[in-house]
């Protein structure tokens, strides 16, 4: 007999043993922490998907009510058999009403209090919106934006970023200098997620890279509203390229930000394949 599993009978024969003792005692086996004989470390076990109303900053509003969208995970040392899932929603009900980017890595220490382990990851998704004013008509519509909040604590990593994904329009340069009339556009998708030493507001992030494509995108738009975007579009081509180095360009100039990762995706509209640029900070 080979040590592991000699290891994994004696596992066994001992998790049997406190099964009867506590039998007819009146108290319930905690199961997640009996022994497990199979000597693997797990880096994350947790819950994922879990919907959560929490309260954001809002540069314009004070704060904005959102339903998010909630991952939490620690390591699990090989020893144990389990880990506790309830506790993870107890750490978020302890937070109710008050998790925001100041409060994310105390919840995490509290995770790895609570889980006894030596790692914790969060990760929150949730819809921003903020209303935004049609170019000509000056009308008024509420824009989603899809954001997150990510983070790790171990003993190696004390992490914590901001994602922002923000759709615009680019038009293609090629396109408009090859032909003799019109260049094909896109909606396109730019992603920012950001590390930095103090607080920045989430629109003034979404402004930055509207501006670093060829036009913006509106909910609501009238006939002269989109008579304008498109034509400031056409007269403001982009490559996936320049979307990206415009954006770390302007990011560059910003001391608040240590770390940053830009990506752009245009979802094609001539081609059945999307056009895709990565720019990182190391």
Not at 54 to 68: P, R, S, Y
Not at 133 to 153: R, W
């Amino acid at each position: 007999m080979g040590i592991r599993k000699f290891k994994g009978v004696i596992y066994e024969k001992l998790n049997v043993r406190i099964h009867r003792e506590l039998k007819g005692t009146g108290k319930m086996v905690d199961v997640q922490n009996l022994k497990d004989h199979r000597n693997i470390d797990i880096q994350k076990v947790g819950v994922k998907g879990i919907k959560y109303p929490i309260i954001v900053l809002d540069k314009e509003n004070g704060t904005q009510h959102v339903n998010a969208t909630i991952n939490m995970y620690v390591n699990l040392p090989h020893r144990f058999k389990g880990t506790h899932m309830s506790r993870f929603v107890e750490v978020l009900n302890d937070y109710r009403g008050r998790i925001n980017i100041k409060t994310f890595r105390k919840i995490l220490s509290e995770m790895k209090e609570k889980l006894n382990a030596e790692s914790a990851h969060m990760e929150i998704n949730f819809p921003y919106f903020v209303e935004k004013t049609a170019p000509v008509s000056k009308a008024k519509s509420l824009m989603e934006y899809q954001c997150s909040f990510l983070g790790e604590n171990s003993g190696e990593k004390d992490d914590f970023l901001v994602g922002i994904a923000v759709p615009v329009t680019t038009a293609c340069p090629c396109s408009k200098e090859i032909s003799e009339a019109g260049a094909h556009n896109q909606r396109s998708i730019v992603r920012v997620n950001l590390k930095f030493k103090k607080f920045f507001w989430i629109e003034d992030i979404i402004r930055l890279a509207e501006e670093s494509a060829s036009s913006e995108i509106f909910s609501l738009l009238k006939r002269a509203d989109e008579k304008y975007v498109t034509e400031k579009a056409y007269n403001n081509p982009m490559f996936v390229e320049d979307v990206v180095r415009t954006i770390a360009e302007k990011l560059n100039r910003i001391e608040n930000f240590t770390w940053y990762s830009v990506e752009a995706e245009n979802m094609e509209s001539i081609h059945n394949h999307n056009a895709y640029a990565y720019i990182e900070k190391s």
